[in-house]
């Protein structure tokens, strides 16, 4: 049980069992502390944070129970083993339900105080350690982030910053690749819905029917192949935030649904007859103009007052000077800990490479170059001969593309594979198939190094 | 070299125990020890209802009877503590008395044929860990230490007799 960094505050109205106990923890290492009563424990809990707290379940003025509930509001991550005299079991099951960790009778057994406080401890900190990964986990992944160096993008953060505790609907607007998604989740995280989830919708990608059916989901049998009820994005995002990229691209009719949705925070499963509430935000994003769109007709001008409440427009990377260098090292930070590399910094020549390209594809082609770099990158730093692909030699390469699809397939094999040095795993994750496809192709077009 | 002062009550066969006691104690912890009479009546501390003495209030008679020596009580009655069951033995972080029992270190206790050479084995580690809280040392994460934490006589028999070398290296240093 002995763990220098971990505490346990004692409650107990009778001194000799407060006293034995303090002397008993600390002798197992433990930073320990006493109250006599429930109100002594609840300013001890709210001076510092304890692991665990050792509660008799009887004691005069407020009882156990009480002190539980109260202490949970107070520090809830806590965990509450409560103690208790035979005979009142009852209140110490009462207690678990009220979330107590685990209970023990007086007069307890050394050995089984030993295992219970062991079992706190470790379920503590494996809670602790969860809570850790996933914030690392979080840091990993784009969520939310956003880097901001040029003078453009630390305005659309103290846009998305104005932003903070609203709920107000956003319309964001940007060339493709801008990162309007990582917007909508920095804008999702810092609303009041942010204990609820974003649902992303791309619009753009779904035909009109499939569209209906992913946001309106669908009662069993509403059609062929409806074998099961299916919740929709409108339901799923209920309570949260649902982010609907490519509005631009939705057809007339589902305009016409969605602004009634969005009206009236209510709708219909497709083939069923009740309507069903809901309650969201709404971020819309967009790479079309869409003020062109409602002049010619084919995006609603209602539904164009409906979502264009709070703009953000999005630089494209081009005119965001200084921030290549700053999500360069971000991206490579992201998957030098994804690939397990030891890649730590970017060489001057590199930066060159990546300062001198105009972007066309924006951010996420600057993530994807970064990505693709990595896997030639040797540590500690990745070179300007990483980035080939974005050299003007390896852009201009496809101008002489042979016609044939066969001959364009051996010779792009060909060159991936010189330029992994033949390393099959290399080539074959640059080629985004798996190594047999690889070798197949290899034996197919009779390829040698 | 520090003096340490043994003191045994209700323990039958202390002549035997003790002498062996001191000289261990006086190797694993450098003490000078010496038999002297324990400085008071424990009667009054014992409790008829559970058939044990209370160890909390005995080591708290105990500590101003040190006298800025150490003192280490023996006896063959129970012990227990006000929220436990039993305790094989009893001292604070820095204090200057200890406590230990052999009621629950001898074999017949168990059902078993009497085993003097265990029980003075146990009794010597029992004391040692006891006397070691003195020395300011906490229950040791070692397995083989002496001062890891043995709540049954399983465990006792399962640890080491001597301080690991973290162990012995903070009792030189708090000397």
């Known amino acids: 049980m002995t763990d220098d960094t971990r505490s346990i505050l004692i409650v107990d109205d009778e001194f000799p069992v407060r006293d034995s106990l303090f002397h008993w923890f600390k002798k197992e290492g433990l930073k320990a502390g006493t109250a006599e009563n429930a109100k002594a424990a609840l300013v001890e809990l709210t001076r510092e944070t304890w692991d665990i707290v050792l509660l008799d379940l009887r004691m005069p003025g407020m009882d156990g129970l009480e002190l539980l509930r109260r202490a949970r509001e107070h520090a809830p991550d806590t965990i509450y083993i409560m103690i208790t005299a035979h005979g009142s079991v009852e209140t110490a099951v009462e207690a678990l339900k009220l979330g107590a960790f685990d209970y023990i009778m007086k007069p307890v057994d050394p050995d089984e105080l030993t295992r219970i406080v062991n079992k706190a401890l470790s379920h503590r900190r494996l809670t602790q350690e969860n809570t850790r990964l996933r914030a690392q986990v979080a840091a990993l992944s784009d969520d939310g982030e956003l880097v901001a160096e040029s003078a453009k ?3 659309v953060l103290s846009l998305v910053e104005s932003l903070r505790d609203t709920d107000v609907t956003v319309l964001i607007r940007g060339e493709s690749g801008t990162g309007k998604e990582v917007v909508a989740r920095a804008i999702h ?3 009041v819905r942010r204990g609820f989830p974003l649902v992303a919708v791309n619009c753009g990608a779904l035909p009109e029917s499939l569209l209906e059916t992913e946001l309106f989901g669908h009662e069993r049998g509403a059609f062929t192949g409806a074998q099961y009820r299916r919740k929709g994005k409108f339901e799923q995002a209920d309570g949260g935030t649902l982010f609907l990229d490519e509005i631009g691209s939705i057809s007339p009719r589902s305009q016409v649904e969605l602004l009634r949705v969005l009206d009236n925070k209510e709708f219909t499963r497709i083939g069923g007859s009740r309507p069903i509430k809901v309650d969201f935000r709404v971020v819309c994003a967009t790479n079309q103009d869409l003020e062109e769109l409602v002049a010619a007709k084919t995006f609603r001008e209602d539904l164009y007052f409906r979502i264009n409440v709070f703009r953000i427009d999005l630089p494209p990377l081009r005119e965001r000077a200084g921030d290549v260098p700053a999500l360069a ?26 300062e001198r390209h105009d972007w066309p594809g924006n951010v996420r082609e600057l993530k994807n170059a970064i990505e693709r770099a990595l896997v030639f990158a040797e540590p500690p730093a990745l070179r300007a001969k990483d980035l080939h692909a974005l050299t003007p030699a390896a852009r201009a390469e496809p101008i002489h593309a042979p016609d044939s699809l066969a001959e364009m397939e051996k010779a792009h094999v060909l060159r991936v594979l010189g330029r992994a040095d033949w390393n099959i795993t290399q080539a074959a994750r640059l080629l985004e198939v798996d190594r047999v496809t690889l070798y197949n192709k290899i034996k197919k077009y009779g390829l040698r190094r | 070299m520090q003096g340490l002062r043994i003191s045994a009550f209700e323990l039958p066969d202390a002549g035997e125990l003790l002498s062996e006691l001191g000289a261990r104690l006086g190797g694993a912890l450098r003490l000078r020890p010496e038999l002297a009479p324990l400085p008071f009546d424990p009667a009054p501390l014992f409790d008829r209802l559970r058939n044990q003495y209370d160890a909390t209030k005995l080591l708290r008679k105990l500590e101003p009877s040190a006298d800025g020596r150490f003192l280490l009580a023996v006896t063959d009655s129970d012990l227990f503590m006000p929220v436990f069951t039993f305790v094989l033995g009893e001292a604070h972080l820095g204090g200057k008395a200890a406590l230990v029992s052999t009621y629950r270190l001898r074999e017949e206790r168990y059902g078993l044929p009497p085993n003097p050479a265990l029980l003075r084995t146990r009794l010597a580690r ?3 860990h006891e006397l070691g809280h003195c020395f300011g040392l906490a229950h040791c994460r070692n397995s083989r230490c002496v001062m890891y934490a ?6 006792v028999d399962l640890k080491g007799d001597d301080l690991c070398g973290r162990c012995a290296a903070a009792v030189a240093s708090s000397r």
């Not at chain 1, 090292?329 to 490479?353: N, R, S, Y």
């Open chain 1, 189 to 191: 995280s810092r609303g």
């Open chain 1, 329 to 354: 090292h971000h991206f490579l930070k992201l998957f030098a800990i994804k690939t397990d590399k030891e890649i730590t910094e970017i060489a001057p020549d590199a930066l060159e490479v990546l």
């Open chain 2, 126 to 128: 029992a004391a040692i």
């Open chain 1, 153 to 155: 993008m630390k305005h």
């Open chain 2, 150 to 155: 043995a709540a049954s006589v399983e465990e």
